[in-house]
């Protein structure tokens, strides 16, 4: 089945909500998609993009999106796609936009982490898509091995392999991030 | 677990202190999907605006599961020999119930009562009088006298068109016919009577790129957007709705066709896509009929997906704004490649006579010298103005082309200045034999709103498609009411 996810059962924890309204959706979910989009493409204004992108496609189908079990698995697989295609683009485009303007992202605007996470997440980026999306659906967003799974439409056996792949190269290219003192 | 647990757990949190007090802005959705056109221009605007809300948002509107099934047995080739060959095989597919077609005859046109160049035509101010009067009734074009007939019924705000030279609105025998509906989706009309049938849901990467297969009459194909884009193939069948994995391109992390500017060849049985691996994009072809896959080396950041120029996939064009790629069968470049366009390209479509297959490309702004449409022979390199300054307007805008392959005849919108009476060649549909004496007909003016209040610019441009049988010349227009935009149809055999 290609489309495994809108189909199945909810995780236990995730409560089914026949009667999801879309603003309640929206305002809910909002801020964890933006991390979860900025951890991928590491630019605020395109993460917030790419939310807004995900946003329209749910409301656009909105009948559809609150007939599944699991809605939060489905916009974050909508995002995570798009922020692996749509984004990359999108941040090859801002970046000729700053050369071309000398525009500049006011510092308020911005997400600002502490240079060691920064560094973390810049890493992460530079992974093999999958594992770069298995990483942050687990550390970002506190997700189980099948949840994730749910999400990337692979198995649990392949979301191992792609955290236990991606911690290694993480510490292979940030040996000196090896530890919290590092 | 090892160490770079911890660090990851503390870059998370590091995240959540930055994210969790967003406040989430007011929600407005944005309008759906636009053209390669319009995700040219949208380029352009970021790049001098560097807005981020103006992209091609491509809805997944698909409800219907899909089902994997077996492939036809796929031989992947390289182009090159510094690639990779991969070679995949299944066994045989079912192409699910559908009808075998027979390819038409050459397009049988008989417009000597048509207006040709050079034919007096008084320009009259449109009236609301002088409108056609609803769906299914025919209409006299007044300054043109050719009979013309509603198809379609929009809502008031609505758009319901042709789709855009990319794909073909006609399958190749003319007997189905695919309109969009803005906001809504596709749907799938009767191409004898020109009857609603159903509607579709074609959820590709851009809802311009589907290919009618050659001889099946209701299969298409488009690559796959459930929620991003993917390496699946999809066949739909419009009359039934079933749909399968047609093929999964393992070689491609995932397939498109880019911006291309450039239309799907009618007739043909190659798809020309682009293929993105771990380096970066490859000009891949897909022979519907056989199964063969053919990958070129890399090619630069910003090409556009090959477009089949010949029925049996030996020449290909990919279509920049300024420029002809022109490719062999095997995506290798041929002695005429690139044509150099010299001036900017609006729309791009892909016919004419089998042995000098035509890229027939509109041109605006500064065109040197350039004519509004050119003919560039991809076998000979030579070109030809088809529309230029000398056919009467110096302001003819740009324009919209669809062509079938084997005809040579290229029906054309071009823009109008304003909803006035206009200039001659201005706003109106025109038909193009593109034979050794070129023959320009002028079927009648769409006189489509300059400037609709509602949906968005694409929304507002007359599209146009051209039936390969020579019946019809199905346009869009709101006829100057600024209500909703149908599709109207001129019938030529009047």
Known sequence: MQRRILHDSPPDDVPVRANLVFDDFYTQQYSRLVGLAYALTGNRMVAEDMVHDAFTEAHRRWSEVTGYDYPEAWIRRVLVNKCHSRGRRLMSEARMITKVRARRVEPEADIRLPDRSSAVWEAVRALPKRQAQAITLHYWEDLTIAQIATILEVGEESVKTHLKRGRAKLSEIMPERGTLDG | MDDFDDVLRSAAQDLRVETDNLTPPEFTPRSSSVGPFAAGIAVAVLAIAGVFGLRTLLQDGGNEDLEAVAPPETTITTSTTNATSTTGTSDGADGGPVSEL??????????????????????????????????????????????IVQVTDAPVGGTITPVYSTSQ????????????????????????????????????????????????????????????????LIELDVRTGARRVAETFEACDRIG????????????????????????????????LTGEVVISELVDQGETAPTSASPDGTLFAAITDTAIRVLDGDLQPTPQDPIIVRADAQAVTIGGADAHPLALVTLTGDRESNGLVIAFDLVTGDRRSLLDDSTGSQAVGNGQLSTTLSAGVVAAVTRAADSGAGAPYQGEIL????????????????????????????????????????????FSTDFGSGTAVNTFAVQLDR
């Open chain 2, 102 to 147: 027979t390819l038409p005859p050459p397009m049988p046109l008989d417009l000597q009562n048509a207006v040709q160049h050079g034919d007096p035509v008084a320009l009259t101010e449109t009236t609301s009088s002088s409108l056609p009067a609803g769906p299914g009734t025919e209409w006299t074009e007044p300054d043109f006298g050719t009979s």
């Open chain 2, 169 to 232: 609105t006609f399958n190749p025998s003319g007997s189905l016919v695919i309109l969009y509906q803005q906001g809504e989706g596709h749907e799938l009309y009767d191409g004898n009577t020109l009857a609603p049938l159903r509607e579709l849901s074609i959820v590709s990467d851009d809802v311009y790129n589907f290919s009618w297969h050659p001889t099946q009459e209701s299969l298409i194909y488009f690559s796959d957007w459930d929620g991003g884009e993917s390496n699946r």
């Open chain 2, 257 to 288: 066709q880019g911006r291309g500017i450039g239309s799907t060849a009618n007739g043909t049985g190659v798809m020309g896509l682009l293929c993105t691996q771990a380096d970066g994009e490859h000009w891949m072809t897909y022979n519907l």
């Open chain 2, 431 to 474: 038909l193009v034999d593109t034979g050794p004496d070129v023959t320009i007909y002028r079927l009648g003016r769409h006189r489509m709103s300059f400037d609709l209040g509602f949906g968005f610019e694409w929304g507002s441009t007359p599209f146009i498609a051209l039936d390969p049988l020579g019946r019809y010349v199905l």
